[in-house]
């Protein structure tokens, strides 16, 4: 099954994308090896930048929301201070990313906050992003806001 990426709102062309649209975008909008970039967990991306001409992002496009449908996680931050550095990690030694290092596809951005310390935090590096939205006004978002709740959401990772 070929995992597509859904991407609508505030933009002139909305696609689904899969990991060979990704793979095929331009290679001044790929960067390899993320964790040049200080990512753990490594792969290689496609620049934010890249995704926002593909689709023709709109001037109206304020938030970016990263939508998790796999477990219900979802973040709404703004696009701006964001929009020259963040990635979207879609491959790990040459093949699609697995949920294992949450993929197909995940959201990265380099020099994020500790999480729930600011609007963009670790927690926004959203694992499993089924659907990106463009959005002129703060969406939805359910990240942690407390150390309680984000002690709960940790509760569950299998890794570490
Ligand atoms: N879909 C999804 N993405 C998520 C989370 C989550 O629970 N679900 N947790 C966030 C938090 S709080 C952190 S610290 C990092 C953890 O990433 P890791 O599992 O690669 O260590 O993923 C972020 N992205
Ligand atoms: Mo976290």
Not at 23 to 39: C, E, F, R, T, Y
Not at 72 to 95: E, G, K, M, W
């Amino acid at each position: 099954m070929t995992e597509l990426l859904k991407i609508t709102g505030e933009v002139t062309n909305s696609r689904e994308i899969s990991y060979d649209d990704l793979a095929g975008i331009n290679a001044s909008h790929q960067v390899i090896d993320v964790s040049k970039l200080g990512m753990k967990r490594g792969g290689d991306a496609i620049t934010l930048g890249g995704l926002l001409e593909l689709v023709q992002v709109q001037e109206t496009a304020q938030y970016i929301g990263l939508h998790a449908s796999a477990d219900n996680f979802h973040a709404s931050i703004p696009l701006a201070p964001i929009r020259d550095t963040a990635l979207l990690i879609y491959r790990l030694h040459d093949a699609p990313l697995t949920g294992k290092s949450g993929g197909p596809f995940r959201f990265y951005i380099p020099n994020h906050a500790a999480c729930h310390t600011d609007e963009i935090d670790e927690c926004a590096n959203v694992k499993f992003v089924d659907h990106i939205e463009f959005t002129a006004d703060k969406g939805f978002d359910n990240r942690p806001t407390d150390d309680a709740a984000h002690e709960a959401l940790h509760r569950h990772d299998s890794h570490d």
